[in-house]
């Protein structure tokens, strides 16, 4: 049988490990989500690789009946501040946690003024799994012991 001060140790111990493992989930999620929100950027510039006219022609039809057009440069302006904020959200800052939230929820209601969405099967597999990842971020990040960490 252990002392009570060994017994206090070992729970510290714990909680600390605790911690650590929950802030590693915590960035990877952050660093597998950037290495996907890149390869779901560049996906568009290299379809053609794969696939065939009728196809990408059918990929054409992404953005009929549009309310708002998105350019080229704002395209790549909108991947640079998702880049910033995961930088903010790696470092634990809590503005970059409170842009997120705000990033997360305005993407629920945007594509609306979008227009239809053609995408192909590896986009939206990308797509999911970018989702479920920014379900992860968001619950570690609003939880203990994450929640306590940021600034």
Request: hydrophobic share 55%.
């Amino acid at each position: 049988m252990g002392s009570v001060g060994e017994d206090q140790k070992n729970k510290e111990r714990s909680v600390m490990v605790r911690k650590a493992n929950t802030i590693m989930v915590y960035k990877t999620a952050i660093f597998t989500s950037l290495i996907l929100m890149t390869l779901l950027w560049v996906l568009p510039y290299v379809d053609h690789f794969w696939l065939t006219e009728k196809e990408l022609s059918f990929l054409g039809w992404s953005g009929y009946g549009a309310k708002m057009e998105v350019s080229a440069v704002a395209y790549w302006c909108f991947y640079g501040v998702i880049l910033l904020n995961m930088i903010g959200l790696y470092f634990l800052r809590n503005m970059a946690r409170m842009f997120f939230v705000l990033f997360v929820v305005s993407s629920i209601f945007l594509p609306a003024l979008w227009g239809f969405t053609v995408t192909t099967p590896l986009e939206a597999a990308v797509s999911f799994s970018i989702a479920v990842l920014y379900g992860v971020l968001l619950t570690l990040s609003f939880m203990k012991p994450l929640a306590e960490q940021f600034k």
